[in-house]
């Protein structure tokens, strides 16, 4: 097979087929995981998208709540007075519920109630229609001065959007609220009835036509109030509407359609109502809070009340109003209301409570200006945010009337991806590093292969080498002693030049076979306890004469402690280890100084024994002492082309000894090499032997 794919694959071709692999794998991966990011990212975005929903549902459903307390409000309430209990029957007067002070509304930012009658004159529940004697009203002269400076207040809103003819005695509020308050806590000051005289003369004279309001809603001049106000326009705001268009149109569209639906029913539902409704008219002689009334002088009377409008003005104030009918006039009753307030109140703040205050922004609009606008934060954790989602408009809903013409618009700041998104991006990364770690394993393996497979191409031409060369000798010197071309001298020669050379083959073929069986999983050892010195006199009867007649010497050294010494070895095995050792010794140190080899017998540890092999050649290079056991493996150096060898005698020899327990090893000493041939040992000695010291032969 290694064979087969040396053939077929060169490096570069294995790089190409697995880089094209990789990517085959990789852009379909790719792909599945961007996908499920994509998909997770829609899902979340859609999530946050109902909340925004739901959000802007709870904030109109807060501020209907509001417009229908407001709405409940009878005519008469925008009366400084009004009756207790049944009009018809009742004679006692009491303080509207508008006409405290301060003002309580559960509208926010709302700053005072005002009404301006069929003849433009302009009246407020918080100051009655008579301050001559203020006292009997129940009130000071301090807070008659503070009610005095909030009803010019809301005069100089009304004046500064031409609601009002402007007076120029009209002073600033702010100035009008001291004056009053400094008047009222000076002993020298004024009565309070002058005061409250003083503060109710200029008033009464602003005049106002209830058909002003009509041009409140005439679209120019909407428009026109909306540029003052705002802070951009809503096509400035630069917000894609990918989702909007593309992605989930059967939700949004029905979430459109359950919105207009709700919007319709809310419009329907604030349709005129008719009411009855109680005025006590002014008396000839003044009344109190605790007088009964005169029957005579209230009028019963039905009006029509229109549902309230609400329209932006300028310097940052909104109006709330309504139109009642009454014998065909119309009088006009609302509030003026700080914008900021009521929309911080109402909309930023409830939305800075929510989980979309850290994702999103929020701008308020009105018709197509930006009036308010609330800002996410910056940024989130980089690994939790879905990219591409910067600048997408989450979710948009305009209010119910009288509101109508606010809308919500939620801008995505940045997405969290949530756990999904963290699980999808731990799966890519470790998927990515499988993979590589994958195709370098493969890389190597294949490079592995390659190399198995040149080296295996060697191994044969070695083989085939080593074959026919002593197969030829033999068969020549056969031929020359069969043609008796041989004297007598020279015949022993001849005979063992082909005695020498079958042992070679033997080795060889013993090898090859050894190899063969290890690669089927069919090596089988029998491992029996034999002493150092009976394995060492099978060893001389073995080497003696393949050392001599490659015409070097062999000294054997057997340290003291290992003559009583046991092996648990195979011994053919053990021989042929061995043997290989010396084989490889005597290849390499074919030019060395000094022909020798030393095998030696020590102890390693209280378990092993080494069996040492050295030679006096040039020794192995650092960079090869690892591969040198590795089967096939032939270093490229000049010296190993020159001898001739297979690649498996150290392969093998690392197998067996291990096969046995044991392993191999080798170290460079000055000159040569020397390998050792490490092997487990019994601990107890022999009783059968007498101690000897060490000896050397040679």
Not at 3 to 16: E, I, N, P
Not at 122 to 141: E, I, Q, V
Not at 243 to 262: C, F, K, M, P
Request: aromatic share 6%.
């Amino acid at each position: 097979m290694a064979m087969r794919l040396s053939h077929s694959l060169s490096l570069g071709r294995l790089r190409l087929f697995l880089a094209l692999l990789f990517v085959a794998l990789m852009v379909p991966s790719a792909v599945l995981i961007d996908q499920t990011r994509h998909q997770l990212k829609w899902e979340t975005f859609h999530q946050y998208r109902t909340l925004a929903d739901e959000l802007g549902r709870r904030i109109d459903a807060a501020l209907q709540r509001m417009i229908d307390a407001e709405e409940a409000r009878g005519y008469a309430d925008y009366e400084f007075v009004v009756l207790t209990g049944d009009p018809h029957t009742s004679k006692l007067l009491q303080r509207s519920p508008l006409a405290r002070y301060p003002v309580q509304s559960a509208l926010p930012g709302l700053i005072g109630y005002f009404q301006i009658d069929a003849d433009g004159a302009f009246s407020t529940p918080l100051l009655p229609d008579d301050l001559s004697n203020p006292d009997r009203w129940g009130l000071g002269a301090i807070e008659i001065g503070q009610r005095v400076a909030l009803r010019d207040s809301m005069l100089d809103v009304l004046n500064r959007n031409r609601l009002l003819v402007p007076q120029p005695s009209l002073a600033a509020p702010d100035v009008r609220l001291a004056a009053a308050i400094n008047h009222a806590a000076s002993p020298n000051s004024e009565s309070s009835a002058a005061i409250s005289n003083r503060g109710q003369a200029s008033p009464m004279q602003q005049i106002a036509s209830p058909a002003a309001f009509d041009e409140l809603k005439a679209p120019a001049e909407q428009a026109a109030r909306t540029a003052r106000n705002q802070l951009g326009r809503v096509d400035d705001l630069q917000m894609a509407q990918n989702y909007q268009r593309a992605a989930d149109e059967y939700v949004t569209q029905n979430l459109i359609d359950a919105s207009q639906t709700q919007l319709k029913s809310k419009v329907q539902a604030r349709a005129k109502r008719t009411e009855q409704s109680a005025v006590v008219e002014p008396q000839p002689q003044p009344h109190t809070l605790d007088n009964a009334v005169d029957a005579r002088r209230v009028r019963i009377f039905e009006s029509e009340v229109d549902p309230f409008e609400f329209s932006l003005l300028d310097n940052g104030y909104g109006l709330l109003y309504r139109k009642v009918w009454r014998n065909g006039k119309r009088t006009i009753q609302g509030a003026i209301i700080d914008q900021n307030a009521f929309l911080d109140a109402a909309v930023v703040d409830v939305f800075e409570e929510t989980a979309l205050a850290q994702m999103s922004d929020l701008a308020v609009a009105y018709q197509h200006g930006v009036v308010r606008f609330a800002r996410g934060p910056a940024q989130l954790s980089g690994v939790d945010v879905a990219d591409g989602l910067q600048g997408e408009l989450l979710h948009q809903a305009r209010l119910s009337a009288p509101m109508g013409d606010f809308l919500l618009l939620w801008n995505i700041n940045q997405l969290p991806t949530g756990p999904g998104g963290q699980l999808i991006n731990w799966a890519g990364a470790v998927l990515l590093a499988v993979l590589v770690v994958g195709f370098v394993l493969l890389y190597r393996l294949g490079v592995r292969q390659i190399l198995l497979g040149r080296q295996q191409q060697d191994f044969v031409s070695a083989v085939s080498h080593e074959l026919n060369t002593p197969l030829t000798s033999i068969r020549m010197y056969a031929e020359m002693l069969d043609a008796g071309w041989a004297s007598e001298d020279k015949k022993s020669v001849y005979y063992r030049f082909i005695h020498d050379e079958s042992e070679r083959l033997t080795r060889l073929i013993a090898n090859v076979l050894q190899l063969a069986r290890m690669e089927r999983n069919e090596l089988r050892l029998d491992l029996k306890a034999i002493s150092v010195d009976t394995l060492l006199d099978v060893l001389r009867s073995k080497l003696t004469q393949q050392i001599e007649r490659s015409g070097f010497e062999c000294i054997y050294q057997i340290a003291p402690d290992c003559v009583r010494r046991e092996l648990l070895v195979d011994v053919d095995a053990f021989v042929q280890i061995v043997i290989n050792l010396v084989d490889n010794a005597l290849k390499f140190s074919a030019r060395a100084q000094r022909r020798m080899i030393e095998i030696s017998v020590h102890t390693r540890g209280e378990r092993r024994i080494a069996i040492s092999v050295r030679d006096y050649g040039p020794g192995v290079d650092k960079s090869q002492l690892r591969k040198i056991f590795a089967l096939f493996y032939r270093s490229r150096s000049e010296l190993t082309r020159e001898t001739p060898g297979t690649g498996i005698g150290l392969a093998l020899v690392r197998q067996l000894a291990r096969a046995m327990g044991g392993d191999v090893e080798v170290v460079n000493r000055d000159p040569g090499a020397e390998f050792q041939l490490l092997l487990p040992s019994t601990m107890q000695p022999r009783e059968s032997v007498t101690d000897a010291p060490g000896r050397v032969e040679e």
